[in-house]
């Protein structure tokens, strides 16, 4: 019977977690663009994901359309993983 229960221990995977961190909603009022604001709350974030929730990685979705958080977010380190579309409920 143990030995029978050791070999069924044995021969199940190994499964591990990964703590992922999620970006919700990101806003940064109009007078307010393009001084760091969003970069500054986006280094935040990291670091509390991680510090705080052990996240090693951080996903988020935006608007293909939306230039600028793409750009912002490609300079802080993301990639486009994906492109889903009709994401939205306008059809982008």
């Known amino acids: 019977q143990q030995q029978r229960q050791q070999q069924q221990q044995q021969q199940r995977p190994v499964v591990t977690t990964e703590q992922i961190g999620h970006v919700t909603s990101l806003a940064v ?13 986006m280094r935040q974030l990291h670091f509390h994901l991680h510090e705080c ?17 793409v750009r912002l977010y490609c300079d802080d ?6 492109i889903i579309p009709r994401y939205y409920g306008d059809g982008e």
Do not use: E, P
């Not at 009022?29 to 709350?41: D, E, I, K, N, P």
């Not at 090693?56 to 293909?64: A, D, E, M, N, P």
């Open 29 to 41: 009022h109009r007078r307010a663009r393009r001084l760091g604001v969003a970069s500054s709350l």
């Open 53 to 69: 929730y052990g996240a090693q990685s951080i996903g988020l979705h935006v608007r293909i359309s939306n230039a600028a958080a």
């Open 77 to 82: 380190g993301y990639d486009v993983a994906d």
